[in-house]
Every structure is written in structure tokens, then in C-alpha cells.
């Protein structure tokens, strides 16, 4: 039963790229519209989504997810989660045939992936800040070479490492599917809430308000 529930997850992260290469293509038609590309995942509607939704956790779940670099959605996350319980569940029932101990190690095996996507989240948003000044720096050179800012960013995310790369190539990939300048900066900062990073934020919009030289506010 446990690789049955193993394999059903790894369909449903194989879903969710699919979800998301679909939802790119949907907002990009439908820019004219006003329809921008979406800052969260698609998920599916059962039931264990709706629990989420239900108790506030789906915002936080698809928040960490984000920061964690994962193709997992909500639905993907609470399916790992009962499968775990599940698992130390008839586990720990069959080794000591005790209920109390066998429902108290499902409901530490419940945490078990949120522990995992918390860490890899903390994991990676360290990577982003430890890497965030030579992106910096290539982009201050961009800039002072007369590139545009959105093409700064572009050349950041074909030089720069991962995970910054891959943020600054979403960013771009945003604006360029219709999403306003602003807006695709806000949403970086909110995706990696990171000190320095909200701060170069701020820094790119309001030299954009009142002008200046970027190459050197960078």
C-alpha cells in the first residue's frame, strides 16, 4: 500500500508540471484580457485540498512549497502527509497493537513532509541570499552597459546560479506574459521574503519613481 501511495504522489508531481506549463500557456492567451500569470499553483478540488482551504493551511502549504522549489501543489502535500500517517500508523499497530501509540505516530508521521518542505524552503532561501550579491553584481553591469532593467534580468537568469536563476527567470517570465514591472518585483520579494532582496526591491521602484543612476543604486 505504501508504494501504491508512493507512486500516486510522484503521478501527482508529474500533474502538477503539467498544470503549470498549461497555466502559463492559459494566461498568456489570455493577457488581453487582463488575465495575468498566476502567483500559486493549480490545484486539484478533493477533499484534502478543501480540508486545507477550509483550515487556513492551503496559503501557508503553497507559500512553502514556493520558497521550497517544488513542483508538489497543495493536494500532492496533505496526500504525502496521510500516507505517512498512514504508514507509521498500521506500522506501529502491528509492532506494539497499542492504539494510543500507533494514532500519536500518525500524527507525528503527518508532520514528516511539512518538516522536510520546511527545511528545504530554509535551505534554499539561504542558497538565494548566500548568491544574491553576484547577481547583483551582474546585474549593476548589465545596467551600466545600457541594458534595460528587464533585460538586466534576463541576463541574470541565464549567468546566475540556482535557486536565483530560476526566481529572476520567473520574474521575467511574468513580465513578459503581461504582468506589470511592479507587480513582478512585489511578487519576488513576497516569494523570498528576504531581507536584502526587499530591500532591492525597493531600491529598483523608487529609482524607477524619481529617477537616478540604477547602476549605481545597485
Given amino acids: 500500500s505504501i508504494a501504491l501511495i508512493w507512486q500516486w504522489v510522484r503521478d501527482q508531481r508529474r500533474g502538477a508540471v503539467v498544470r503549470r506549463q498549461l497555466a502559463t ?13 498566476r502567483g500559486k499553483r493549480h490545484q486539484s478540488l478533493d477533499p ?5 482551504h477550509q483550515f487556513g493551511w492551503a496559503a501557508t502549504i503553497d507559500e512553502m512549497l514556493v520558497q521550497a522549489g517544488m ?3 497543495v493536494g500532492t502535500f496533505m496526500v504525502a502527509s496521510l500516507g505517512c ?12 497493537g497499542s492504539p494510543v501509540i500507533s494514532v500519536s505516530a500518525a500524527l507525528l ?7 522536510y ?10 542558497d538565494f541570499e548566500e548568491k544574491l550579491p553576484e547577481a547583483l553584481d551582474l546585474l549593476a553591469r548589465a545596467v551600466r552597459a545600457g541594458h534595460p532593467i528587464v533585460s538586466g534580468m534576463k541576463i541574470v537568469a541565464d549567468e546566475a546560479p540556482e535557486p536565483v536563476a530560476g526566481e529572476f527567470q520567473r520574474t521575467f517570465e511574468e513580465q513578459r506574459f503581461g504582468l506589470p514591472f511592479d507587480d513582478s518585483m512585489v511578487a519576488l520579494a513576497n516569494r523570498m521574503p528576504l531581507v536584502d532582496l526587499q530591500m ?5 521602484l523608487v529609482q524607477r519613481e524619481v529617477g537616478g543612476n540604477l547602476a549605481e543604486v545597485l
Fill in 25 to 37: 500557456v492559459q494566461n498568456a492567451s489570455a493577457s488581453a484580457e487582463g488575465t495575468l500569470l
Fill in 48 to 52: 484534502l485540498v478543501s480540508m486545507a
Fill in 71 to 73: 513542483t508538489w501543489d
Fill in 85 to 96: 500517517a498512514l504508514a507509521l500508523l498500521m506500522f506501529t499497530l502491528l509492532l506494539f
Fill in 109 to 115: 508521521g503527518s508532520l514528516g513532509p511539512w518538516l
Fill in 117 to 126: 518542505v520546511r527545511n528545504k524552503a530554509r535551505r534554499r532561501l539561504n
Fill in 200 to 204: 532591492l526591491v525597493t531600491a529598483i
